[in-house]
């Protein structure tokens, strides 16, 4: 069994200690992740992981996903592009 070692709750986005001080983003903020698919509002959470990668929960954030779905596989592609803002 997978257990991840950052302690979260189901809305948190976790990001990388560099990337939340590059965009002045401290642990607890309200955030949005914004995709061409769609926006996903969670916590702010820092965390040990690589720059310019954001962790999130699935299913939760799903929505932020290509409805594209590969023809040979018949599985959408897990990965995606997103922006982060802090909510307003």
Known sequence: MFLSPLPA???DITDSKKDAASLNLK????IVLKS???EYAGICRVGP???HTVQVFWPE???L???LID???REPDYNTTVTIHKNQ
């Open 49 to 51: 992981l690589h720059p």
């Open 27 to 30: 642990e607890g903020d309200r």
């Open 9 to 11: 709750n189901l809305w």
């Open 36 to 38: 061409e698919a769609a």
């Open 61 to 63: 954030a799903n929505v």
């Open 71 to 73: 023809p040979a596989s």
């Open 65 to 67: 996903l290509s409805r």
